[in-house]
Every structure is written in structure tokens, then in C-alpha cells.
């Protein structure tokens, strides 16, 4: 099984920009497609990007998208979300997600893995 660890999150200006890393350790990184979700206090969990096992194919969020790029390194087992124009409706903990079909969907359910989460705050 994949372990994920994200970092990169922290407080940043209204119209500022965030990069969050994600980093995956065990399993066969390839296999997997990968997804950032976000989640605010009294929210449910929701779809930011995904992108499928070759990172070809990647969606997005119809709140961020413009805004947000996601992007995979599958040499460095690693997926990236690149934030600008940042707004403090952005503001959340950010989890990256794994799932093992290879392919991505906006559904936190479809995901067997989770990291622990990293808080991004936009002030105004």
C-alpha cells in the first residue's frame, strides 16, 4: 500500500499563491491515480484535482479551475498543486488521495489512501 505525506501548506495573502507537494512512499507509485481534496471546517470533503496513473488526463474542481494546476512526477513519486490567485474560500486543510483503479474521479469515497492533511489559510 502507498503511504502520502503533504507539505507546502501555510497562510498566504488574498491573490497569493501556494505550491502543495505530495509525496508517496510504498506500493508502485504508477499504479495509482491521484487527487487533492480540501475540506473546511463544518464542509464536506471536496473535489480540488485529479489527475490519472500516467498524468495525462487530469480535472479539476470547477471552483479552482483557471486558478490550480496539478501535476505528477512518477520518477519522483511525487504530485504537486500549484495555487494562485489564491481567495480566502480556498481556505481548508488539503489532503492528497490514492486510489488504485489508476484512474480519478471527484468521489473521496473511490480513494483507499489518504496523507495526513496540511492547512492552507488565505487571509483578506
Known amino acids: 500500500q502507498v503511504q502520502l505525506v503533504e507539505s507546502g501548506g501555510g497562510l498566504v495573502q488574498a491573490g497569493g499563491s501556494l505550491r502543495l507537494s505530495c509525496a508517496a512512499s510504498g506500493g508502485t507509485f504508477m499504479n495509482y491515480g491521484m487527487a487533492w481534496f480540501r475540506q473546511a471546517p463544518g464542509n464536506d470533503r471536496e473535489f480540488v484535482s485529479g489527475t490519472s496513473w500516467n498524468g495525462i488526463s487530469t480535472h479539476y474542481g470547477s471552483s479552482v479551475k483557471g486558478r490550480f494546476t496539478m501535476t505528477r512526477d512518477n520518477n519522483k513519486k511525487m504530485v504537486d498543486l500549484q495555487m494562485a490567485d489564491l481567495r480566502p474560500d480556498d481556505t481548508a486543510v488539503y489532503y492528497c488521495?490514492?486510489?488504485?483503479?489508476?484512474?480519478?474521479?471527484?468521489?473521496?469515497?473511490?480513494?483507499?489512501?489518504w496523507g495526513q492533511g496540511t492547512q492552507v489559510t488565505v487571509s483578506s
Open positions: 488521495a490514492a486510489q488504485s483503479s489508476g484512474a480519478y474521479n471527484d468521489y473521496a469515497g473511490a480513494y483507499e489512501y
